[in-house]
Each structure stands twice: as C-alpha cells, then as structure tokens.
C-alpha cells in the first residue's frame, strides 16, 4: 500500500465542560490513502463530528488533544500547525443554507479562500472558479459570481460550497454528511456529482455521515466508530455484507441500508463524561461478558486489512436482539 | 423564585438587586437615617457652601444645608416618583395592550397607531412639552412621564397577548366556556408578567434619569424640594468653588439608575433562556 | 430598493399625521384662552376677539384641527409668544447647531461602541471584556447634565484644557453662515483657526453626548458579534482557511453591524434627550437651549414646534435607519417588497 495522504494516529480529543472532562475520541486510528474514499459513519454523539474538526484544525477553545498524530502528507498537522493544509484540504460543510455568509457575495467569499490559498490573480481566480461552477453543474456560471447566497437553492447552494471544496485544488476533500439538509432528489444528485468529482480527479475523500445507503454508494472503504472509538473497519463491501463488531452487525440488521437508528438497540449512547470502563458498548451488547466491563477489547485483523475491536465476533448475536 | 435563583447566581444582577434594595431601605427610614432630617426645608446661612467634613460628610450647599442628608432625603422622592409613574404608566398600558391584543378590528388599529405616535418622539421632548403645557411642578412631571411611557408597557403586553392568543391553552379554555376576561387576567396575564417586570424595572431607572432631568431644566420639583436633579441644577452657580455640591447629587443618580438598570438586565437573562445561553 | 425606499416612508405617515394631531390636541389642554395667552398681558377684549379671529380660535374645533394639520404641512408653526418672530425661522436658525452636535456625537459612539464592543466580543470574559461591561451599563446610567457639569469643571475649570461653553470664542466669532455648520463653515471661509477652534469647543458636548449612544453600540457590537461568532459560516470561514483579521474585522463584524445599525434609530432619541440638557449647559446656540428657553418663557408654540420638527428627524432618521440596514443586509429589500 502506498504511504497515506491522511494518517491519524491514537488520536484523542478531550472536552472540557461544565460537567467535566469529556473524552470525545479515545485513540483514533485511520487512515485515507491517495484516491480513496474513506467513510466513516456513527451514530449522532459518537465524535464523527469531533474528527472532522480536528483534521480541519477547528477544535473549539475548550478542546485539548493529549496525545496522538494527524499527519497529512507526512507533516503531523498537530505540530507544526493547520496552516500548512490550508487549502490542500477542501471541506463541503453539512449545511448549505448556514455555511455561507448571507450578506456577502457567494463569490466573493470563495474568491477570498483563494486570495489566501491559491496562487494567482483575483481575474485568474475568477476565471477558474467559473469553470468549476461549470463542473459542479451550477447554472448560469458567470452570473453566479455575483449574487448574494440566499439567491441559490439549497442544492445550488451545496455545488456552489463543493466547487469552494475545489477552488484551491486540494488533495484531500473532507465531507461532513453534505446532503442531510436537502430533500431526497437533490441528495442523490450531488452525491453523483461529489462520486463523479472525486474520481474525475483522483481526490481522496474522507465522508462523515449515519447514513449507510450514501456510505454505500460512494466510498471504498469505511471506519465505525461508536462514543469515541474505532470498532470496526475495513473494504466497505466487507464490513456491510459481512459485519463482525455487534454493534455494526445490529446496525445492520435493524437497517441494512438506512441511517444509523440505535432505536432497536436497547438503551442509550453514553454521556462523553461517563464513559463505562472496558468496551465502551458492553452496557448495551447482548453478548458482553463479565472481561468486557474491564478490558479494552483487543483488535482481530481480517482479511483485505479489515480490523474488528471485539473479540466475540464469532458469536451468535440472540434472536430477540435481532428483531 | 426559580427567577431569584437564577438572577443571584449572577453577580452583576446580585449587585443591582442589592442597590435597590438598599434605596428601597434608605427611602424607607430616611429621616432616621438623615444627620439633619429637617434640613429639606431649613437653611442656615451661617455654614453656606461648607467642603465635606465629619460634621457634613458630602458638605454644605448654597443655603448651609446638609447635603449627605438632602441626599439621603432625595432617596425618597427619586423612588416615590418612578413608582407612581411606572404604575400609572401600567394601569394605562397593560389594559390597553391586552385589550388590542386580543380583539382585532378598528379600536384595536386606533390605539396600537396611538402608541406609535407617542413613540414617534423621544420622551423627554414630550415630557417637556406636557411638563410645561400643564404648568410646571412635580405633579405635572410626573403625569408627563407617565404618559410618555405607558406605550412601552403597551407594546410589550399587546406582543404577548397576541402570541398567547393562538396558543393551545387559550382555546382549550375558550373552549370550556371561560369568560374573556377571565383568560386574560387569569391566563395571559400572567404570561406576560415577566415582559412587563423587565420592562418596569428598566423603565424605573429610566423614569429617575428623566424625571432628574426634567428636575435640572426646571420643568419637575421646585425649590425647597431635595430632589437630585434640581441640587445638581443650584449647584451649577457655585462652580468651580463648591465642586462637592453637585458630585454627592449626581453620584446618586448614577448608583441608583445603575442598580435598577443591573437589576432589569439580570431579570431579562433569568427571564429569557435563550439569552442566558448566548450570553455565555 | 427605490420602491423599499418609498415604501418605508409610507409606512412613517401615519405616525406623522398622528403627531401633529397630537400637538393639536396639546395645544388645546392648555389651561386658560390661547388667545388671551397671545394678546399678553394688557390686552383688552376687543384685542383678544381680533387674535381669536385671527388664529381661527372662533371656528369649530375640527376646523380649527384641518388649520393647524394645512399650517404645519405647510411649515407654518405661528409666531413666538416670547419673539414674536416665526417660530419656523427662529428653529431653522438653530437647527444646524444641534444637527453638527448630535452628529459628531453619534460618530463618536459609533466609532468607538463599535471597537469596543469587537474587542470585547473577541477578548470575551477577559479584562477588556469586563471593562467594556461596566462601560456599556454605566454609560446608561449616567446623567447627562450632570456628566456635563462634571466634565466642565476637570477640563475647563479646573485644568482649563477646553472652552467652557459656545460654538467658538467669542472674540473670534462665527464664520460667514453658509450651512450653519461651524466646522463645514469655517472650512469653506478657508479658517483653519476657526475650525481648531471650533473642534476644541465641540470635544467636551460631544463626549457627553456620545455616552449613552456609546454605551448602547459596544453592547450591542459585543453582543452581536458573539452571536455572530457562533455561527456555522464563521466555523467554514475558519475550515477553509480565512485570515484571522479578515474573519473578525470584516466578515464577522458587518453581520454584528446590522444589528447595531437598528439601534441607531432609537438611540437618536436618546441623543435628541440629551441634546437638550448638554447643549443648556454648554450654551450651544441649537434646538435644546431654544426647548430650554421656550419652557423659561411658557413659550407654548415654539415647544410643539419643537416636538413636531425633532418627530420629523426621527422619523426620517429610522428611514435612512432602515435603508442603511436593506444595503448592509440584501436580504431586507426582497423580504419585504
């Protein structure tokens, strides 16, 4: 395998609040070579949102990172600081409809990322955000420079936040579940559009979504994680059609191709400032043993470097839990 | 009380309800607490213009009375005639905005046009005029303000009636039979009470800054009153020699407009969760 | 956003109209005869039949109401009880004066409310923060004639750094009126003394005059701004790599600006309070020595003439409000039209 453009190691982000510290993400492990799609998917709570902002480097003031490693392109962003990925990571935010400024041109605010990022001239800058307003399929690209953000529709909106993605031609593209705000038809339009950009490229994508029918359709491989850790991943043909971690396998069944519901789970995902000692999912799993309350399960490694944190996988889950 | 809880966890508010609470007691027991309780109409001439000493801790003014006790006199009046004009202010307001806010059709139009009308110019100029208009003194000025501010209350009543209006709860009631009146003092009323206790509160610190200018222009009390707008107003001829005679005055003003503007402040956020937390 | 424009000032009649029937009303509450208020002191009953017939006081009350609404539109506010000049002329005179006051003053608080206020937000619960806190509370509660006062008495009194009172010194006296404006004024008379002069006489009622404004702006601006700055679109400002600078002082701020821009309206009704005392005091020539005067001198007429002139600025001013706020903000316009 080739060496990673993005390599998180161990990672752990830690919260403070008024309720104590909370252990967002627990030794996080990833990584997204060149030209994959990277899908990582959890439950709403499960620090999806947290990894994200800590590859974007916009943790919130409270937040503290105690040990571990992002590395992107070799560089260990936790040292030497965000601004060298600037630009080199473009994000397609969730919401369309909050993610751009309402009283600044829509123009105007993808041009300034690339006064900042990009090299060239404001009229080269223009020139090439025209053409991707083109490749995003936006209508009336050279229009669309001037107008304000509450001009566009949601899903204009969306191309228009992808081709920002774009703008400084980046090598990794960072996702955050860009098409939950929209109505079901838009969503399977941009998704094409994000697969066909992607491969057209040769980009890596990193996609945070619950949602396994996108994670499906769009990436190649895909990270589980449930309050704050890894537990279980692998090719994305592998881990859906053949699930070992209980969670991931009650996922499944209880919605083999819908979001992430726990509501056929029993009980609730931890608070981030009570998490149980041992497997972090043994309150709720139907097949915890007495060691799972006090030891971090170990990791089994499949074939195609499919990775499971549980160590009994091969068992049976009960007929009730799966119903 | 859950609103006194959450107000004396904050300690700006703690202190602005600590202010008021200490005028309210100063009000109170002012001629026991005042040095020279009778110097609100005595003048002794022989001790004109006197710099703080022990013996007169904030000095002398013009006529050689004790200003520390003129100030703790002044208490009284700052708070009798906020309270009088916010309540009437009230009694014209609240019933008014319940009363627009409830049944829609041309009175309702009338008087919400009305209050904007009396917004449409800044109070202390209306005061002014009507101040004047019905001849100068305290009365008047009291009345003036009261009829200036009344639209606030208007307003502020008038937006939670309408809101409460189409609410559930209000057309279950009509529902069973209850009487109009009935919902609306027993039911919105009450809705409303924590928008109209913020608006009084901030309205009292109002009413003493103005009610303090319409003193100092000569438009509110008279002579021998020991209001603090008016001590600041003699003052002004004795300057620069007597520089305490309208510091203590004016002082007072200030800790007093603070406290309830503080307080008011702390009921807004108690009142309003939504603002507790952005205020973070 | 002409036909925004046009429909704002629409919406600003009615009120109008309701003021000046208001003053009308006013003006009839009056205790004892107008007439016999204007005819004065000696006059004998034929005087006064002749004012009654003059003024119009004889005719029924609604006409009387269509006279007064015709005089006002037509700018006509009678004579002074107290010059016996037109009240109009004598307003317009002093209308200027109170205009440049009010105006530097607003720039004051507005420049500096506005820092402030973003200095706070983005040191927020730090030192600066606090300070801007205790400003922007204590700035309310302040009294204005009595800060004035103060003010007199450190800096011209006691320090004698700034004039006392006026426009200008008096043995300099006033440029050749053009504007009415001293600064503008002395400027197109090419005086450069006059203007130092001018500006030197200006510092102290402005400052004064500017606190409330100040106060309400930084708290606003501070507000605002943090709000603002919890915003999703300043988080992808952040993700995708915008300045430090940028993100606070433009991005941001213009968001924060359009909530403070509201409050301009209303604080313009602080001013215009203010100006009232601020300008007695310091004796500056303009509309609040004039209310000031006219209450000495039961001057009833040039009172209501007050009171309608200062409700037409405010009114005009929430226009100018309201289209300053459709430009910063594009979607105001197309909400409403």
């Known amino acids: ?323 | 009380m859950m609103v006194l809880r959450v107000l004396l966890r904050d300690p700006v508010a703690t202190l602005g309800l600590f202010i008021v609470l200490f005028a309210i007691f100063v009000a109170i027991f002012a001629n026991w607490l005042a040095p020279y309780p009778n110097d609100a109409f005595e003048s002794h001439l022989l001790q004109r213009l006197k710099p703080p000493s022990v013996e007169f801790p904030f000095g002398t003014d013009n006529l050689g009375r004790d200003i520390f006790s003129r100030v703790i006199l002044g208490t009284r009046n700052a708070l009798l005639v906020a309270v009088a004009v916010i309540t009437a202010a009230m009694l014209i307001g609240v019933p008014i905005g319940l009363f627009a806010g409830w049944r829609e059709g041309w009175l309702s139009e009338i008087l919400m046009r009305t209050t904007d009308v009396f917004l449409a110019v800044p109070q202390l100029i209306l005061a002014l005029a009507l101040g004047q208009l019905l001849a100068p003194g305290i009365g008047a000025a009291m009345l003036a303000l009261a009829l200036t501010y009344w639209p606030f209350f208007a307003r502020t009543v008038f937006a939670e009636t309408r809101r409460l209006r189409g609410s559930l709860f209000v057309d279950a009631l009509a529902g069973i039979g209850a009487s109009p009146l009935r919902i609306l003092f027993l039911h919105v009323l009450p809705n409303a009470a924590p928008a109209v206790l913020v608006r009084a509160t901030i309205g009292m610190g109002f009413t003493i800054l103005t009610a303090a200018i319409l003193g100092f222009l000569g438009v509110g009390a008279t002579p021998p009153s020991p209001d603090w707008g008016l001590a600041v107003s003699e003052a002004r001829q004795h300057l620069p020699e007597a520089w305490w005679f309208p510091t203590f005055p004016g002082l007072a003003i200030l800790v007093l407009v603070l406290g309830f503007n503080l307080l008011g402040d702390g009921l807004r956020d108690a009142a309003d969760p939504k603002i507790r937390r952005s205020k973070r | 956003m002409a036909r925004y424009v046009i429909r704002r000032l629409l919406l600003a009649l009615p009120a109008l109209f309701g003021l000046i029937l208001l003053t009308f009303v006013l003006s009839r509450v009056i205790p004892g005869d107008p007439a016999a208020t204007l005819a004065g002191d000696a006059a004998t009953p034929a005087m006064i039949a002749e004012i009654r017939a003059q003024y119009g006081l004889d005719r029924p009350v609604i006409e009387q109401a269509f006279i007064h609404v015709r005089q006002v539109l037509t700018g006509d506010f009678g004579k002074s009880v107290f010059s016996g000049r037109p009240v109009a002329e004598e307003i317009l005179q002093r209308l200027p004066a109170t205009l440049e006051l009010t105006f530097v003053a607003l720039l004051i608080a507005v420049f500096l409310g506005v820092s402030l206020g973003l200095f706070a937000a983005l040191n927020h619960n730090g030192i600066i923060d606090h300070l801007v806190r205790v400003v922007s509370v204590g700035g309310l509660a302040l009294a204005s004639f009595w800060l004035a006062i103060m003010l007199q008495l450190l800096f011209a009194m006691e320090l004698d750094l700034l004039p006392l009172r006026g426009r200008v010194d008096v043995a300099l006296g006033l440029p050749p009126r053009v504007t009415g404006f001293v600064l503008l004024d002395s400027l197109i008379a090419g005086r450069l003394d006059l203007l130092l002069n001018g500006i030197s006489h200006l510092i102290l009622p402005a400052i004064t005059l500017s606190l409330p404004g100040l106060a309400t702006i930084a708290r606003f601006t501070r507000s605002g701004v943090l709000e603002v700055l919890q915003k999703d679109f300043v988080l992808y400002a952040k993700a995708v790599g915008y300045g430090r600078f940028r993100l606070a002082a433009i991005y941001v701020l213009r968001n924060a600006v359009i909530l403070v821009v509201t409050q301009i309206g209303l604080l313009f009704g602080a001013l215009i309070s203010g100006a009232v005392a601020v300008e007695a005091i310091f004796d500056w020539p303009g509309l609040g020595t004039y209310s000031v005067q006219a209450i000495i001198s039961a001057d009833y007429k040039a009172l209501l003439a007050v009171t309608l002139v200062v409700g037409f600025v405010y009114a005009v001013v929430n226009v100018l409000v309201d289209v300053a706020q459709a430009i910063i903000d594009p979607r105001v316009a197309e909400d409403v039209t």
């Not at chain 1, 990584?31 to 947290?50: A, I």
């Not at chain 1, 593209?173 to 969503?187: F, I, R, S, Y």
């Not at chain 1, 692998?234 to 992430?260: E, I, K």
């Open chain 1, 1 to 323: 395998m080739t060496s990673p453009l993005l390599s998180i190691q161990d990672l752990s982000v830690h919260i403070r609040g008024d309720a104590g510290i909370a252990r967002i993400l627990d030794g996080i492990t990833l990584s997204v070579p060149p030209g994959v799609t990277m899908g990582v998917v959890g439950e709403s709570g499960c620090g999806k949102s947290t990894l994200l902002r800590a590859v974007l480097g916009i943790l919130p003031r409270n937040a503290s990172i105690p040990h571990g490693k992002l590395e992107f392109k070799g560089k260990d962003l936790i040292k030497v600081n965000w601004a060298a990925a600037r630009g080199r990571i473009g994000f397609v935010p969730q919401d369309p409809y909050l993610s751009l400024n309402p009283v600044f041109r829509a123009g105007d605010q993808i041009l300034e990322i690339m006064r900042k990022h990009a090299p060239g001239t404001r009229k080269d800058h223009a020139s090439t955000l025209i053409d991707l307003f083109r490749a995003v399929q936006l209508p009336d690209p050279e229009a669309a420079l001037a107008k304000y953000p509450h001009q566009f529709s949601g899903g204009q909106r969306q191309r228009l936040l992808i081709a920002a993605a774009l703008a400084c031609a980046p090598d990794l593209l960072v996702a955050d579940e860009p098409t939950t705000a929209l109505d079901v038809t838009t969503q399977r339009e941009i998704l094409a559009l994000l697969r066909g950009l992607v491969s057209d490229k040769g980009l890596s994508l990193l996609f945070v979504t619950h949602d396994f029918g996108v994670l499906a359709a769009l990436c190649d491989r895909v990270t589980v994680l449930y309050a704050g850790r890894v537990v279980e991943s692998g090719l994305t043909s592998d881990v859906l059609r053949n699930p070992q971690h209980p969670y991931t396998r009650l996922l499944l069944a209880c919605h083999p191709d819908r979001a992430v519901n726990l509501l056929g789970i029993p009980g609730t995902v931890p608070a981030a400032t009570q998490q149980p000692e041992g497997c972090r999912f043994h309150p709720r799993c139907p097949i915890a043993r007495a060691a799972c309350s006090k030891e971090v399960p170990p990791v089994t490694e499949f074939a195609n470097s499919h990775l499971v944190a549980c160590p009994w996988y091969a068992d049976e889950l009960p007929e009730q839990a799966l119903a």
